[in-house]
């Protein structure tokens, strides 16, 4: 099978890549490092393996028509990390380019191609649905109105113009994936080496999460899949507070979580990404389980076992 990814060099792609790579399939990253057109394959992962090509997500189609031909899936993650800085004018048109014109770049490659992919996932958010409060959240709620939700709407309209006769297309609404190799995670945990864990904000807010091990499985499931298609909560089943993730953290950490950070503080900190943070998101992924989907890690202290080994 040939899987071609954009972003497969991140904290999500490079172990999703390598699973299929480890099966034998034939797994194309997309890549910014490479010139436009240039390929690579990577050294170790045998034949086929992993082959890093080139491209520019400037919006235009570019070669990357040619990578796409006769693929079993695309999967697009390609994106500025959220979390990598404050929230000015000037970061937040970033984060919306780095998506919008990335997944624009892949839907005019989808238009040229002869043979088109039979799946496109394109990565979405659980901020999706703004801040709601307690609300259970399937994939059928409705948006919210925040800078997140604004932009995980438009990115999610900019991967449906790919339709066409026979291409499925699959937004990926994902919570905060935990591994304690990266990601949000690993900054999460410093605090609670230092005795200074704690809640954030009122604690009161629920925190979409999944384990990295079930995202990855996740987008090779719905990849095998053809009955999922649409938006997808890429959350674990049991939602929790941040409270409750707290307490988890600490438990699995052998460290107390009483130490809180304050709303106020942490917007004079990170400005308006704080309440972005702070949003509270009580999504369930209805989909995956109405279509079958077994979550190996389920429940918040499950997961911290499975990551910390305790």
């Given at each position: 099978?040939?899987?071609?990814?954009?972003?497969?060099?991140?904290?999500?792609?490079?172990?999703?890549?390598?699973?299929?790579?480890?099966?034998?399939?034939?797994?194309?990253?997309?890549?910014?490092?490479?010139?436009?057109?240039?390929?690579?394959?990577?050294?170790?992962?045998?034949?086929?393996?992993?082959?890093?090509?080139?491209?520019?997500?400037?919006?235009?189609?570019?070669?990357?028509?040619?990578?796409?031909?006769?693929?079993?899936?695309?999967?697009?993650?390609?994106?500025?990390?959220?979390?990598?800085?404050?929230?000015?004018?000037?970061?937040?048109?970033?984060?919306?380019?780095?998506?919008?014109?990335?997944?624009?770049?892949?839907?005019?490659?989808?238009?040229?191609?002869?043979?088109?992919?039979?799946?496109?996932?394109?990565?979405?958010?659980?901020?999706?649905?703004?801040?709601?409060?307690?609300?259970?959240?399937?994939?059928?709620?409705?948006?919210?109105?925040?800078?997140?939700?604004?932009?995980?709407?438009?990115?999610?309209?900019?991967?449906?113009?790919?339709?066409?006769?026979?291409?499925?297309i699959v937004c990926?609404?994902?919570?905060?994936?935990?591994?304690?190799?990266?990601?949000?995670?690993?900054?999460?945990?410093?605090?609670?080496?230092?005795?200074?864990?704690?809640?954030?904000?009122?604690?009161?807010?629920?925190?979409?999460?999944?384990?990295?091990?079930?995202?990855?499985?996740?987008?090779?499931?719905?990849?095998?899949?053809?009955?999922?298609?649409?938006?997808?909560?890429?959350?674990?089943?049991?939602?929790?507070?941040?409270?409750?993730?707290?307490?988890?953290?600490?438990?699995?950490?052998?460290?107390?979580?009483?130490?809180?950070?304050?709303?106020?503080?942490?917007?004079?900190?990170?400005?308006?990404?704080?309440?972005?943070?702070?949003?509270?998101?009580?999504?369930?992924?209805?989909?995956?389980?109405?279509?079958?989907?077994?979550?190996?890690?389920?429940e918040i202290d499950?997961?911290?076992?499975?990551?910390?080994?305790?």
């Open positions: 099978m040939k899987v071609v990814v954009a972003g497969g060099s991140g904290f999500l792609g490079s172990p999703l890549c390598w699973a299929w790579a480890e099966e034998g399939h034939d797994v194309r990253v997309l890549t910014r490092s490479l010139a436009a057109g240039q390929a690579q394959h990577e050294s170790g992962t045998g034949k086929p393996g992993i082959t890093r090509v080139g491209w520019e997500p400037d919006g235009r189609a570019g070669a990357i028509a040619r990578d796409l031909e006769d693929a079993a899936a695309v999967i697009n993650l390609a994106g500025e990390s959220i979390a990598g800085g404050r929230w000015t004018a000037a970061r937040k048109k970033a984060l919306r380019d780095s998506r919008i014109l990335s997944t624009r770049s892949i839907v005019e490659a989808l238009a040229a191609t002869h043979n088109p992919p039979a799946t496109f996932i394109n990565a979405s958010g659980a901020g999706y649905y703004g801040d709601r409060g307690s609300e259970t959240l399937s994939e059928d709620a409705l948006p919210g109105g925040d800078f997140l939700a604004r932009l995980c709407v438009d990115w999610e309209a900019e991967a449906a113009r790919a339709a066409r006769p026979g291409l499925r990926l609404r994902a919570g905060l994936a935990l591994e304690k190799s990266g990601g949000v995670l690993g900054k999460m945990i410093t605090p609670f080496r230092f005795f200074a864990g704690g809640p954030m904000g009122s604690g009161r807010q629920y925190m979409p999460w999944i384990h990295r091990h079930d995202w990855v499985e996740l987008v090779r499931w719905i990849v095998d899949t053809p009955g999922v298609s649409g938006p997808v909560n890429a959350t674990a089943p049991h939602p929790v507070t941040n409270r409750e993730f707290s307490r988890a953290l600490g438990r699995a950490l052998h460290r107390p979580a009483l130490l809180p950070a304050p709303r106020f503080a942490l917007r004079l900190a990170l400005g308006e990404m704080a309440d972005g943070i702070l949003a509270s998101q009580r999504a369930i992924p209805a989909r995956a389980l109405a279509f079958g989907y077994h979550f190996r890690y389920p499950i997961a911290f076992r499975g990551i910390f080994g305790d």
